[in-house]
């Protein structure tokens, strides 16, 4: 995923993206998978078990590992560089 001269193709979204750049999106998304499976971890090992409470956060860690890889997954650049649209509409007409 780089070109000739070295650059990925995640720079090159950074730069269209330059306020809000699509890789510390997955990044932070990513980072909050972990943490939401790490504290359902701790608690389980803790043996505090809280039925609701734990599918709450491991949706949280699905939703923040499931945004991530969304953000990360097409290699056609004209499909990661456009704008957001709502509902995830850009699959839906797949």
Do not use: K
């Not at 943490?35 to 709450?56: C, G, K, M």
């Amino acid at each position: 995923m780089f070109d000739e001269l070295g650059i990925s193709d995640l720079e090159v979204d950074a730069h269209i993206w330059r306020w809000h750049p699509p890789y510390e999106v997955a990044r932070q998304s990513l980072i909050a998978a972990v943490q939401h499976l790490n504290l359902a971890r701790t608690a389980i090992e803790a043996r505090e078990v809280y039925p609701t409470s734990h599918f709450t956060v491991l949706r949280g860690a699905l939703v923040g590992a499931a945004q991530g890889v969304w953000l990360l997954a097409p290699d056609d650049a004209q499909e990661r560089q456009q704008p957001p649209s709502p509902c995830g509409a850009r699959h839906v007409a797949e």
